[in-house]
Nanobody, 124 residues
């Protein structure tokens, strides 16, 4: 019933920018808070950013504050993650996910649907 598909990942030099997109079923995007998580090699999946159902509330992990911006376009059924000033430490598989909570949370266990991820590699 629910499908989330990430795109926009790739190879970028340190200091560069990249924008990720996550498109989903109409109701999935428009009716739910969404989040972005990432998982580096050999590491546990970690919170990156969240956005409320309407887009009026956002939150970020300390490691990406000031560099990443989460946004949504419900008309296009899409969630975005604008990443600026990228660092090698940002290298990971990035996942978008749906949250049953209206403002989203920082815990991956609170999200009920996940995309398959898109690889982001930042070179030195």
């Amino acid at each position: 019933q629910v499908q989330l598909v990430e795109s926009g990942g790739g190879l970028v030099q340190a200091g560069g920018s990249l924008t990720l997109s996550c498109v989903a079923s109409v109701r999935t995007v428009s009716s739910y808070a969404m989040g972005w998580f990432r998982q580096g090699p050999g590491l546990e999946r970690e919170f990156v950013a969240r956005i409320s159902r309407t887009g009026g509330s956002t939150g970020y992990a300390d490691s990406v504050k000031g560099r990443f911006t989460i946004s949504r376009d419900n008309a296009k059924n899409t969630i975005y993650l604008q990443m600026n000033s990228l660092k090698p430490e940002d290298t990971a598989v990035y996942y978008c996910a749906r949250s049953p909570f209206p403002y989203g949370t920082t815990a991956y266990s609170d999200y009920d649907h996940w995309g398959q991820g898109t690889q982001v590699t930042v070179s030195s």
